[in-house]
C-alpha cells in the first residue's frame, strides 16, 4: 500500500512540475512591454481593428468580414502568444485573400504588439471571491 502512496505522489509532483513548467514557457514568451505594445497597436492597427475600447475612433474597415477586436482574439481558445507572435511574424507583405498587410514591426515591437494582446485576455473568475 505505500508503494501506491509513493506512486501516486510522485505523479502529483511530476505532474505539477510540468504544469509549472508550461506556465513558466508561457510567460517567457509573452515578455514584452505590454504599455509600449498598446501604444505601437493604437498607432498601428487602429485603421482595422479596435485596439482598445476607449481608443479615440472607431475603425474606418470598408465592410464585412470585420478584422476582430484585439480582447476577441486573446479570448480565443487556442491563441498562444508564441502562435499569436508566429502569426503577426510570418505575414506576406500583402497576404493573399486577406486585407491586412505585414507591418514589418521589429521583434521588439511584434513581442511588445503580443504582450498587449494577451494582456487583454478575460481574467478566469475565482469562484471562492
Not at 512540475?17 to 513558466?24: C, E, F, I, K, Y
Amino acid at each position: 500500500m505505500k508503494s501506491r502512496q509513493c506512486a501516486a505522489l510522485a505523479a502529483i509532483v511530476a505532474s505539477t512540475a510540468w504544469a509549472a513548467a508550461v506556465a513558466n514557457a508561457q510567460m517567457k514568451a509573452i515578455e514584452g512591454d505590454v504599455a509600449a505594445g498598446r501604444d505601437m497597436a493604437l498607432l498601428a492597427c487602429t485603421g482595422c481593428h479596435v485596439v482598445t475600447p476607449d481608443q479615440p475612433f472607431r475603425p474606418l474597415y470598408p465592410g464585412p468580414p470585420f478584422p476582430p477586436d484585439f480582447k476577441d482574439i486573446a479570448n480565443r481558445p487556442n491563441v498562444t502568444a508564441a502562435a499569436l507572435q508566429r502569426h503577426l511574424d510570418t505575414l506576406p507583405a500583402v497576404p493573399e485573400n486577406s486585407h491586412m498587410p505585414n507591418l514589418l514591426l521589429s521583434s521588439d515591437e511584434l513581442r511588445d504588439v503580443v504582450a498587449f494582446i494577451i494582456s487583454l485576455r478575460d481574467k478566469p473568475v475565482n469562484p471562492r471571491q
